[in-house]
């Protein structure tokens, strides 16, 4: 067997370090992302290549991912990071991960092409400005590969368990018994719709009555067809708290039914319900949680991959034990679990956790909406804004001085559009600029602020 990792994946698990710090945000929206490395890839030569893929084997790890960028003319491999704020304010454990992630794709480089060395520029690009700030090393092949085999290395062990853990879980889910012996009427029905529409990567929509028995009657197909469809994550998602606590009563059943059955379920919850210091800030300076996270992770990941059943509760007594953040411990072992439940928002969001990751590492994954009719309105506030120029000016007269520049340049721009606009609903032809760029500096202005004043949320903003 071989453990397929993508580089991001690889270098977040080996080269994270020191405290977790969220100063520098709001980081770009995945849209952002890509417009600003398209943006960097149009002003190279026509020799540049975009999105490299490539590919490098350590032991059992296969190690995969595509390389923002490589100029051939000048032997310069580029790794490309959009931002937003002030560049100096980057916390220098994020500058040592994107150096790791750059070094990791530069070996692959000098093997795919049998380089003998290659300059490696990490490149920040301001999504404001459309600045570029460049750092350039050089490396040879031989230290490049160094490099890698020690981030594989570090990895290498925790794969081999998680395949015997893959392993395991695929023997017992193929071999797992419903555990109630019977279905309920109208319960297999709905358990073989289930099974085939995941079999056949087809869209299911189900409705059925109160009793039924859906929770358990969809989890436990979906689990059945995880070895044959090689699925990596099931996820069931829900807009309300008791919509989680039925799939983990379903969890619990089938452990229940099957003792040591090899499964991870995680549950996640948001930030407010989780966090242990509502109020500081997430960085090392402000939270005991936050100083030398990096540290005691890999001991709270291991502790934390040992319990089947990581509800709220199991979660936080494993971070206690490890003085980590539970929310953040959470985030991480999203990554490890093979049955999450969650909100609806950690996959459909803008900046969904679950999808993202997904994407990243390029998983199988099976999703389960539940009451899916609740999915129309939340989509519309996931996906939608409104503003209000008198709330705006309401905030502007209370807010703090270090945020009044950013308030008041949002209030010209939205006058400066209002004397354009002749009737009191209008569709403009194009986006308008000036004011999105106004409110993206006060959105960045408010982060900051939020992030070196966390009393300041008592403000009314």
């Known amino acids: 067997m071989s453990y397929r990792i993508a580089v991001r994946a690889l270098c977040e698990f080996s080269a994270k370090s020191g405290d977790l710090d969220l100063r520098f945000t709001p980081s770009p ?85 049998q380089l003998p060395s290659i300059r490696v520029s ?12 460049a750092l350039v090393e050089e490396h040879s092949a031989e230290a490049l590969q160094e490099f890698f085999n020690r981030q594989c290395a570090v990895f290498l062990e925790w794969a081999q368990q998680e395949m015997r853990h893959r392993e395991a879980r ?4 193929e071999a797992l018994v419903f555990p109630h012996g019977e279905f309920r009427p109208g319960q297999r029905h709905l358990a073989e719709s289930v099974y085939k529409a995941v079999s056949t990567g087809r ?9 039924i028995g859906k929770t358990l009657g969809t989890i436990f197909p979906m689990l059945k067809a995880m070895a044959p469809q090689q699925l990596d994550k099931l996820l069931f998602l829900t ?8 799939a983990l009563d379903a969890a619990r059943v089938l452990f229940a039914s099957q003792s040591q059955l090899p499964l991870r379920v995680l549950e996640l919850v948001a930030r407010d319900k989780a966090c242990e210091h509502l109020d500081k800030a997430c960085h090392g300076e402000s939270c005991p949680l936050a100083k030398g996270f990096y540290q005691r992770l890999p001991a709270a990941r291991q502790a934390a991959s040992q319990v089947p ?16 953040c539970p929310y953040y411990l959470s985030q991480e072992m999203a990554r490890w679990s093979d049955l999450v439940v969650a ?5 459909f969001d803008f900046s969904a956790l679950l999808f993202g990751l997904a994407q990243a590492n390029q998983w199988q994954v099976a999703v389960l909406v539940d009451e899916a009719h609740n999915l129309v309105e939340r989509g519309r ?5 409104s503003l209000d120029q008198q709330t705006l000016a309401s905030v502007r007269s209370t807010a703090p001085q270090a945020l009044k520049s950013s308030l008041q340049r949002l209030n010209r721009e939205w006058n400066a559009l209002h004397k354009e606009q002749l009737a009191p609903y209008q569709a403009y032809d194009q986006l308008p600029t000036a004011l999105l760029r106004a409110l993206a500096l006060c959105v960045a202005a408010l982060g900051d602020y939020f992030n070196e004043q966390p009393q300041g949320l008592d403000v009314g903003l």
């Open 343 to 347: 909100d609806y928002n950690y996959y």
């Open 170 to 173: 695929d023997q017992a889910t």
């Open 203 to 211: 869209c299911l929509l189900a409705q059925a009555p109160t009793g």
């Open 381 to 385: 506030g996931m996906y939608s804004a």
């Open 29 to 113: 929206t995945a849209l952002e992302g890509i417009v600003g490395h398209r943006t960097v890839a149009s002003r190279r030569n026509p020799g540049y290549q975009s999105e490299v893929a490539l590919e490098g084997q350590y032991g059992e790890l296969l190690v995969k991912g595509r390389a923002d960028g490589y100029d051939p003319a000048q032997n310069l491999l580029e790794e490309i990071k959009t931002y937003r704020g002030d560049l100096a304010r980057m916390p220098d454990n994020h500058r040592q991960l994107h150096w790791a992630q750059a070094k990791v794709y530069g070996w692959l480089l000098c093997q795919s092409l």
């Open 239 to 246: 807009a309300k708290t008791p919509g989680r606590q039925l």
């Open 122 to 133: 990490l490149v920040y690009f301001d999504i404001l400005s459309e600045q570029e700030t």
């Open 309 to 324: 059943m990581l509800d709220r509760q199991a979660l936080r007594e494993v971070a206690q034990a490890h003085q980590v």
